[in-house]
């Protein structure tokens, strides 16, 4: 049976079913800023999310992730008699299958276009090490992306390699140990903390600001973020 009433609680996802049934897309994250004209109930944010907001709604599915959503609001909404999908994505392949599954097997969509262009572009072969990188992801304090995440696998299958690869997921670390690490750049994305031109003089590393969507979501701008990042 085709869903036809879902709320997303990931940025990302709530874009890929904007495009492919934005009509079945009842409710979204204050979080979820694309498609930028998606008119939804806002349930506020992927952490605190309005549990009361999104029974109102009454979906048939409520779309959640491990490392967005909070198991205790899991737990809750299914409690509450809500059925809720809950993916768990670390690499873009994860991310690929997630939503193979998704638009087959749970919501009974059709799959949009971009879906299988990205199994095209991402799930080949690893390209040899072009460079080596950082990503902070927040600083005050300062934290960078670590092993075992989908921004890290991403840049990998992009050619470049996570000097704090083998790290927890999102370790804290200090300024001078992001310059001591040998990467040949910093990346500096504008989500989830917004890095611009004034966090650059803090490095003695080479940096790069860089778009926080194309390194850290994934959807249809994984096409976009081939073409862009893969320059």
Not at 38 to 63: C, F, H, M, Q, Y
Not at 116 to 121: I, V
Not at 138 to 146: A, F, I, L, N, Y
Not at 182 to 210: H, I, N
Request: net charge negative; proline share 7%.
């Amino acid at each position: 049976m085709s869903r036809s009433r879902v709320v997303s609680l990931v940025p990302s996802i709530t874009e890929a079913l904007a495009s492919a049934r934005p009509d079945a897309l009842v409710g979204a994250t204050d979080w979820c800023t694309h498609p930028e004209a998606l008119e939804v109930t806002r349930v506020r944010g992927t952490k605190n999310p309005d549990l009361a907001a999104i029974r109102a709604l009454s979906p048939d599915l409520v779309v959640t992730t491990k490392e967005e959503n909070r198991e205790l609001d899991v737990r809750r909404l299914r409690a509450a008699g809500l059925e809720v999908w809950v993916g768990d994505i670390e690499t873009v392949p994860d991310a690929v299958a997630a939503y193979e599954e998704l638009f087959d097997d749970v919501l009974a969509w059709e799959r949009p276009a971009w879906l299988t262009t990205a199994r095209e572009l991402w799930c080949g072969p690893l390209p040899p090490v072009s460079r080596r990188v950082a990503i902070p992801i927040w600083r005050d304090p300062w934290m960078v992306v670590g092993g075992r995440t989908f921004t890290g696998d991403l840049a990998r299958r992009l050619g470049l390699e996570n000097v704090f690869g083998s790290a927890e997921r999102y370790p804290h670390i200090s300024l001078e140990e992001i310059d001591a690490a040998g990467a040949d750049v910093v990346l500096l994305p504008d989500e989830p903390y917004v890095f611009t031109d004034a966090d650059r003089a803090a490095f003695s590393t080479p940096t790069e600001l860089v778009s926080g969507r194309l390194l850290t979501w994934y959807g249809p701008s994984l096409l976009e973020a081939h073409a862009s990042l893969g320059r």
